[in-house]
């Protein structure tokens, strides 16, 4: 839920994004007189992108989504279909025109405040011209109506799996990480953004959607299809979006302090994965005493009917394709916990930016395999001494944590690396001072985005000692520094 914010707050990264900004345009002599939210400026054009060091266009400059209505009318895994997306904004600049991010799809009409615009598409930015421009300030609503191409995918070199839309033998599940959202509805796709959606999605008789959020109805229409309705409630970044068709069997549980779990399975694998889902209020009150309170109000584990080979933190529900339920015990655990651990790191506390994926993935990392060696998997001091032992490999290959590119950006050093360095960090503070750190970092930064410089900082103000010196080489650095309490440990030399 987002209340009505009474002062305009200008996104931090708009300072960023001012550099990319492209030149207005404007055509004509225009006078614009003084609204009630400010002096008169001259409309002009919003950043194309905010200025993400990987991804600078993704996400968008002069506005902020309040909303997303999402309308599918789904048919088939691989057959087009109409579509629309109503989003509801507030301009936080005088605008002449705004971007949002969108990729393929064959668009059809845009709306803003219910009249045609104008629109062009360069790349994955659409670019819409409102019949009149806009004032700082001002609510406004853009429709978007395309007919959606259910097979497009997106292919990264770093990356295991295409992703974007996945269509499975009798439906989909979406893997929208990292910027493939606006495969799939045209957006503000950004980590650092987050809006509530509400889905209306129409099957087919027989078939079920599900989505992120709470099912509010669910209605047969006249011609035996059946629209499904889901709304987020709290905000989610387009990244972490989930909806999915199939033929479900919906399990519904009880987590810690009556919080409500639904696993979605398809039907036909019910039967074998039940074992491992029923850990899940388990795994959240673990991880509880670790992190502090589950952030959202609901959570459940959607199977993935696809052989693909990743899992998806998407919010309030996660995707885990079914390789990763149908191996061991304790493959299973980590995959559930690894998702499960995102849930409070990478979802509650997003990303500020694209490079501070290691915040997320690492913390993940460590907090799977601390749960797996509570629960009879491997060493994690095993693990972490192996990962020591390819760190400077890494960091030569991929970057150091903190400092990837573009195109190494979902590889080791981002996971068991990254991990690594919180692991460094508990034996440097000690591991009392290290979950005040973690507790502190999860409760300053709900609900918020946070980056790297908000991590170093705030470890340090909990320890009491200013830990930039030690966390920055770790982080940035060259080469990996000896690790606190192991002289023992040693990093292989670089292979060129
Ligand atoms: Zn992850």
């Known amino acids: 839920m987002t209340g009505r914010p009474s002062v305009h707050r200008r996104r931090p990264l708009l300072a960023l994004a001012a550099a990319l900004a492209v030149t207005a345009t404007l055509t004509g002599p225009v006078s ?4 009630p939210h400010g002096p008169a400026t001259r409309p002009s054009p919003g950043a194309p992108g905010l200025g993400d060091p990987l991804f600078p266009l993704d996400g968008n400059g002069g506005y902020t989504v309040r909303h997303y209505t999402l309308d599918f009318d789904w048919q088939a895994p691989a057959t087009p279909f109409e579509a629309s997306a109503t989003i509801e904004a507030r301009a936080t600049q005088s605008l002449s025109r705004f971007d949002l991010d969108f990729a393929g799809n064959t668009l059809h009409t845009v709306t803003v405040n219910g009249r045609a615009a104008s629109f062009a598409r360069d790349g994955d930015e659409l670019v819409v011209t409102p019949a009149a421009p806009l004032d700082d300030g001002d609510d406004f609503t853009v429709r978007v109506t395309y007919t959606a191409d259910p097979t497009q995918t997106r292919h990264r070199d770093d990356a295991i799996e295409d992703y974007g839309w996945i269509p499975t033998p009798d439906g989909t599940v979406l893997y929208p990480q990292p910027d493939g959202a606006k495969m799939i509805f045209p957006a503000d796709d950004h980590p650092s953004l987050r809006a509530p959606f509400t889905f209306h999605v129409t099957t087919p008789p027989g078939l079920d959607a599900v989505a992120g959020g709470r099912l509010t109805s669910r209605t047969e229409q006249p011609d035996g299809r059946v629209r499904w309705t889901y709304d987020t409630q709290q905000p989610v970044a387009t990244q972490l979006v989930q909806l999915a068709i199939g033929h479900f069997t919906f ?12 696993d979605v399975v398809p039907d036909t694998l019910a039967a074998s994965v039940e074992q491992y889902l029923r850990l899940t209020p388990d795994q959240l009150a673990w991880l509880e005493r670790q992190l502090g309170p589950f952030p959202f109000d609901r959570y459940g584990v959607l199977v993935g009917d ?5 899992a998806l933190e998407t919010q309030t529900l996660s995707l885990l ?3 990763d339920l149908l191996g061991t015990q304790v493959d299973a655990e980590k995959n559930m916990v690894h998702e499960l651990t995102h849930q409070w790191l990478g979802d509650s506390v997003a ?4 490079s501070d994926l290691w915040l997320s993935e690492g913390h993940a ?15 994690f001091e095993a693990a972490m001494k192996e990962a020591y032992r390819q760190h400077d490999q890494w960091r030569h290959d991929t970057g150091a944590p903190a400092e990837p590119t573009e195109s190494n950006l979902f590889k080791k050093m981002r996971y068991d690396g990254s991990a690594l360095v919180l692991y460094a960090l508990r034996a440097e503070v000690g591991d009392a001072t290290f979950q005040r750190i973690e ?17 170093v900082a705030l470890a340090s103000e909990v320890a009491g000692r200013d830990l930039s010196g030690f966390l920055r080489p770790w982080l940035y650095g060259a080469h990996t520094p000896p690790m606190p309490g192991h002289p023992d440990w040693v990093v292989d030399p670089v292979q060129e």
């Open 365 to 379: 990392r460590y907090y799977e395999r601390l749960y797996s060696e509570a629960h009879g998997g491997d060493s």
């Open 439 to 455: 507790q502190q970092w999860f409760a300053r930064y709900r609900g918020k985005a946070a980056g790297t410089q908000d991590y």
């Open 32 to 35: 614009y007189a003084a609204t």
């Open 321 to 323: 394709p079914k390789g």
């Open 351 to 354: 990303l500020r930016t694209w």
């Open 251 to 262: 399990v519904d549980r009880t987590g810690p302090h009556g919080l409500p779990i639904r």
């Open 306 to 310: 696809t052989d693909l080979g990743v």
